[in-house]
Each structure stands twice: as structure tokens, then as C-alpha cells.
């Protein structure tokens, strides 16, 4: 079992920049894949990026390539997300999540997501 628990959302206005971590216990931490996910207000979540076990592959929803970017350091079970040129449709709820199946195509959809964190807020001001 793993659990997480993210931090560093806040407040920033657009064009600015956050860091989210999401720190993980458990002994399944480097046999998972993870990811960070987004609930704006009002709406489902929704796949942000993904990182696979070894941290060799990265995904990224097509909406933040070029302005997020996902990272892990398993000695440590942390996952990242570096957040910059923020919007203000980047507000919501993110969660950290882990997928521990192995295959990567189940990355890109919040069901298949075996355990979640808490969540961190994020507000991006126009």
C-alpha cells in the first residue's frame, strides 16, 4: 500500500510559476508508476501528467506540454510536478497519484489510479 501526501499549491497570478511534491510511504513506492491529476472546480478529474516507475517516460496532457513538467527522485519517494506560465484554467485541486499495474496507456485515466493523496489547491489569478 502506498500512501501520499502532495503540498506546495497556493496562490500565483498567471504567468507564474509552483512546485508541487508529493511525498509517498509505503514499500510499493518504485514498483508504481505515478501521476498528477486535476479536479477544477465543478468538473471531473482529469490526467495531467504521468511518470513511469524507472522515471524514463513522461506523459503530459496536451494542454500543459511545453509548460509543466513532471519529475521523481525514487531514494527519496517524491514526485514532482514543476508548474510554470501558469493560466488561470490550471486552477483546481491536484492529486498525486499512484498506478501500480505497469501498463502505460492506463496512465492517462483517473480510474486506474490504485491510491491517491489528498490533494494540494492551486489558484491561478488572471
Known amino acids: 500500500q502506498v500512501q501520499l501526501v502532495e503540498s506546495g499549491g497556493g496562490l500565483v497570478q498567471a504567468g507564474g510559476s509552483l512546485r508541487l511534491s508529493c511525498v509517498a510511504s509505503?514499500?510499493?513506492?518504485?514498483?508504481?508508476?505515478m501521476g498528477w491529476l486535476l479536479q477544477a472546480p465543478g468538473k471531473e478529474r482529469k490526467f495531467v501528467a504521468a511518470i513511469t516507475r524507472s522515471g524514463d517516460n513522461t506523459y503530459y496532457q496536451r494542454s500543459v506540454k511545453g509548460r509543466f513538467t513532471i519529475s521523481r527522485d525514487n531514494a527519496k519517494n517524491t514526485v514532482y510536478l514543476q508548474m510554470n506560465s501558469l493560466k488561470p484554467e490550471d486552477t483546481g485541486v491536484y492529486y498525486c497519484a499512484a498506478e501500480s499495474s505497469g501498463i502505460y496507456y492506463y496512465l492517462r485515466d483517473p480510474l486506474k489510479y490504485d491510491y491517491w493523496g489528498q490533494g494540494t489547491q492551486v489558484i491561478v489569478s488572471s
Open positions: 509505503g514499500r510499493t513506492f518504485n514498483n508504481s508508476a
